[in-house]
């Protein structure tokens, strides 16, 4: 039995690295900070205030919405500061040549604007969908740029930082991590609106694509540029619903009476929520791990931990 037991967890991991209480644990980070969010709003006037500055309710309420999480940002950061066994989650944020760098965000926003362009130019020449020009507004494009990273950013350090970082360090098998944290991610968005079977699909897929990309490459900053590229396009650029929500302010706009379903398109849930996406994604994925065939993890921040703490038990034996 002891032998199991550390052929499956490595001797670092705590009590709250189990994948059920991680996984609570990363649920009540999010709310928290969310009800950080509320507090302030109600206190300030944030949501009023956007609506005021950009005079326009229906955008400024959106851009509220996205803003909204910039409390998961607060108590992440107040989670790993505080508790001594978190603080090298510290090192996922930070500048790193080969790591979190200039290249690696250039290249999540071309994989994000990539892969989010293709499946809704295969749907307009499919006929499922048409778009036409709607306004360029610098400032409210530019505003939702910055909200959407907020937003985007947010369920990054929740789920591919804090989250998959504890089941890294509770479990050997990287494969814990990486999964684990995509069904999470994926089952935080089972309210939105429009959900459904190949919505659920893509959204475990872009989990694991995000945390593929942090186990081989080491960067969180590519995983949170990917993810808000793939939402600022489908959202702001193109006026498509993103996980169920349109956009009131955008650069083009979908002529929703002529829209249906279709391989790259659904009514309900948008680009995201097709059989097409879920091929485009599954292509990608496949094509990072071909890339990165016969290679370990980039990075392991708690094989120190591991070390101190396998010989510390072997002092106590």
Sequence with gaps: MQKIKEFIYRPCGKITDFVIIAAILSYLL???????????????????FLISLFKDPDAGRLMFFYLYFWGIWLVFFLVISVFKNNRPMWKCLAFRKGGNSIPALAAGLLL?????????????????????????????????????????????????????????RRYRHPAVAILGNALIFM???????????????????????????????????????????WNFTQNILFGLPNSGVVSEYSL??????????????TVDFG???????????????????????????????WKQMEMESAEEAGLNL
């Design 112 to 168: 994000g604007f990539g892969t989010n362009t293709f499946c809704i130019l295969m749907s307009i020449l499919f006929g499922d969908i048409k778009l036409y020009f709607n306004r360029f507004d610098p400032a409210m494009f530019f505003a939702f740029l910055f909200v959407v990273l907020i937003q985007s950013g947010a369920e990054e350090i929740c789920d591919r930082c804090y989250l998959y970082q504890k089941l890294r």
């Design 252 to 265: 083009f706009r979908l002529d929703a009476a002529s829209a249906r379903n279709g391989f790259f398109y």
């Design 30 to 48: 999010a709310l928290l900070g969310q009800a950080i969010s509320e507090i302030v709003n109600s206190v300030c006037g944030t949501e009023e």
């Design 187 to 229: 089952s935080m968005h089972l309210a939105n609106p429009g959900i459904d079977m190949l919505a659920i699909v893509d959204l475990i897929l872009t989990g694991v694509i995000f945390s593929l990309l942090v186990y081989y490459y080491d960067s969180l900053w590519g995983a949170i540029m990917f993810h808000t590229s």
């Design 271 to 301: 680009v995201e929520g097709s059989l097409g996406a879920i091929v485009v994604l599954a292509v990608l994925m496949i094509a990072i791990l071909l890339l990165n065939r016969g290679r370990g993890e980039r990075r392991d921040l």
